[in-house]
């Protein structure tokens, strides 16, 4: 099994920043693509970015220029630096993740449990 647990979400005033984490443990064999999705208030969850695992990146247009996804394969590990924050930035973000795990061909696609990211002054 695997586990993606989010961290560094927070209370931040608008114009400002976080970075999101989402370190991924259990028996990896490999990680392809890697997406943040948030979910407000009575929205419908919707992806935020996606990289790639030859680290390729693609954005929804609300964030861009505004956020940078990132991962290091070494560790396991993607980020999801957040500047310029707005309200409407509002929104518990998620990780998601296909991963091949060890000894096994096909992959599975997994979910953190989320972190609260909250703008407002």
């Known amino acids: 099994q695997v586990q993606l647990v989010e961290s560094g979400g927070g209370l931040v005033q608008p114009g400002g920043s976080l970075r999101l984490s989402c370190a991924a443990s259990?028996?990896?064999?490999?990680?392809?693509?890697i997406a943040w999705y948030r979910q407000a208030p009575g929205k419908e969850r919707e992806k935020v970015a996606v990289i790639v695992k030859g680290g390729s990146t693609n954005y929804a247009d609300p964030v861009k220029g505004r956020f940078t996804i990132s991962r290091d394969n070494a560790k396991n590990t993607a980020y999801l630096q957040m500047n310029s924050l707005i309200p409407e930035d509002t929104a518990v973000y998620y990780c998601n993740a296909d991963v091949r795990l060890i000894g096994r061909i096909s992959t599975k696609n997994y979910w953190g449990q989320g972190t609260q990211v909250t703008v407002s002054s």
């Open positions: 259990g028996s990896i064999a490999t990680i392809y693509d």
